[in-house]
């Protein structure tokens, strides 16, 4: 086996593949065309002005355990009472929602969107107010960011209101916490540490070929719909 052999190239995401019930699913404020952030994925962009608090969700996959899990790019880990650590995976795209196709920011400063978890769901919550032709970032730099630790005593503060009456369920709220995890680097997501939080975002290494692309934020050439 030639060692010097260079790695194959996964094939590019196009927009013919996404599934029906994916475009189907759409918010009315977004679409999905080529990512900016990485040539080789589709990506989710604003079409209409979407305000800072807005919230989407929950993101969609198969329920497995992380030694079933072939492609760690499209998952969340969620832990389950009783079952323990669960990776929520949405490789397949007839498996999961719009949300497969936000891609994560090159750093934090480049983040609109953050992770939430209620309920055992992961949602995705406008971190600033995001402009037509703009990409949709997630990135995952918890509460040591002030606006995030406020959006979720926020919805802390409603999950308390909602267990204070007896027509709603329980919910909980929670998000990535730095502590748990090493640091990522400056521009790029890095690879989590040992320690799994209570979320947490798919290890993706910087060195490593699915992130291998220059960060630029510029927008495909489409004309959005006024």
């Not at 498996?95 to 090159?106: F, Q």
């Not at 979720?152 to 748990?180: D, F, L, N, Q, Y």
């Not at 680097?185 to 979320?199: E, I």
Request: include cysteine.
């Amino acid at each position: 086996m030639n060692q010097n052999a260079p790695e194959p190239v996964a094939a590019a995401e196009t927009l013919a593949e996404v599934p029906d019930h994916v475009l189907r699913g759409l918010p009315e404020e977004v679409r999905l065309f080529p990512s900016a952030v990485d040539k080789a994925r589709i990506g989710v962009w604003a079409t209409k002005p979407i305000l800072k608090g807005k919230k989407f969700g929950p993101f969609v996959g198969d329920k497995k355990k992380r030694s079933q899990v072939k492609n760690n790019v499209y998952m969340w880990e969620v832990y389950y009472p009783n079952l323990g650590w669960m990776c929520i995976d949405a490789t397949d795209p007839e498996k999961g929602n719009w949300l497969r196709y936000v891609n994560w920011a090159c750093s934090g400063e480049e983040q609109n969107l953050f992770p939430l978890e209620i309920n055992r769901a992961i949602y995705y919550k406008t971190l600033k107010p995001i402009a037509p032709g703009e990409e949709l970032l997630v990135w995952y730099n918890g509460e040591d960011n002030p606006e995030i630790a406020a959006a979720i005593e926020e919805e802390r503060a409603s999950a308390r209101s909602k267990r204070s009456s007896p027509k709603s369920r329980k919910a909980t709220v929670s998000a990535w916490h730095p502590g748990a995890l090493h640091p990522p680097p400056p521009t790029s997501p890095g690879s989590v540490g040992m320690s799994r939080p209570r979320l947490q975002p798919s290890s993706r290494d910087p060195s490593s070929k699915s992130r291998r692309f220059a960060c630029s934020l510029t927008a495909p050439e489409v004309t959005w719909n006024q």
